[in-house]
């Protein structure tokens, strides 16, 4: 499977990344462990995770992605087959939080500790801390790149403003540069990305990994009445996507996909890995069987005529 270079960086992706929130949550590790297998059978690399997944999740407390992936890496002999991107600086536990010099160093080790590798290919700050200046964010991953520790870095949930003055600050102060960009990518949510966030991620040659690809799940089409959620653990959100511009998308992606004799959610992520400047697009399953659609999508060409269909549907 072709490639895609992340940045500056000596890593190159293909176009699918795993979205490792599942992990845990609603994949036990038995799943788990299946769908990576499968994965990388399917010829992908790129497995996305972040120290608090899932923590959101009753019973969790976070970190349990980030152990059922390093057993699944010790178990299997494939860490020389994947990059692993994880994250750093949303709240693990009351007062342990954000991207200061201290944060960052103990949750690497935590991290490390937990993937049971001796370094991180790729280390977002999962979102701008405002608290804490971006010189003693950069200088520290400065310090775990030279340490061996981290390859390189990403942000994610920056501002255009915020990411661009970082940007700057690693030019000026010869630091390590953020490489690549996570943002709320999808044909719903493409307002900020497009309009604030794709200019600067051109302009410093940024690689650009989307999360949410799926809308939440929503973009699959299955989510269409209460009764579709009742007991879905996605309810609370998908439920932001319910209107009538969620529902026209979600038509126009039923109409591409019975043309090309697939599913919904393979044309969803096809459109995103279509735009230019996207490395991967982030996404998730929770058994073998949805896993295949997601990586037929990156299999996927869409003619313009499809492509136009859908932009015209997620206009606002």
């Not at 977002?124 to 964010?137: A, C, W, Y």
Request: hydrophobic share 40%; proline share 4%; with cysteine.
């Amino acid at each position: 499977m072709a490639r895609r270079k992340v940045g500056h960086t000596q890593l190159e992706a293909a176009p699918l990344a795993f979205g490792g929130n599942v992990f845990g949550w609603t994949a036990d590790e038995s799943s788990s462990f299946d769908l990576l297998d499968a994965f990388v059978d399917a010829d992908c690399n790129l497995i996305d995770t972040a120290d608090v997944y899932s923590r959101w999740a009753p019973g969790l407390k976070g970190g349990e992605s980030e152990t059922i992936i390093g057993k699944w890496l010790k178990q299997s002999g494939k860490r020389d087959k994947v990059i692993i991107a994880t994250k750093v600086g949303m709240e693990m536990e009351p007062g342990k939080k954000g991207l200061s010099r201290a944060h960052i160093q103990a949750s690497v080790e935590d991290s490390l500790r937990r993937l049971q590798t001796d370094y991180i290919d790729l280390y977002f700050s999962h979102k701008d801390d405002p608290d804490v200046p971006l010189e003693e964010t950069l200088e520290t991953y400065a310090r775990l790149i030279q340490q061996g520790k981290i390859r390189a870095i990403g942000a994610s949930n920056f501002s255009a403003e915020r990411l661009e003055e970082a940007l700057q600050i690693s030019e000026r102060e010869d630091l390590p540069a953020y490489e690549c960009l996570e943002p709320n990518y999808n044909l719903y949510d493409r307002s900020d990305y497009e309009d604030n966030l794709e200019p600067i991620c051109l302009k410093y040659g940024l690689g650009v990994i989307s999360y949410f690809a799926l809308a939440s799940g929503f973009l699959t089409g299955k989510y269409r009445t209460e009764a579709d959620v009742a007991n879905s653990p996605r309810a609370r959100m998908v439920k932001p996507y319910w209107n009538e511009r969620g529902f026209r998308i979600v038509d126009a992606l039923e109409q591409v996909a019975r043309q090309y004799g697939t599913t919904p959610a393979s044309v969803a992520i096809a459109w995103v890995v279509a735009r230019p400047g996207i490395t991967a697009a982030i996404a998730s399953a929770t058994n073998v069987k949805q896993l295949g659609e997601l990586v037929r999508a990156i299999e996927l060409t869409l003619d313009p005529a499809s492509m136009d269909m859908l932009n015209k549907a997620s206009s606002a």
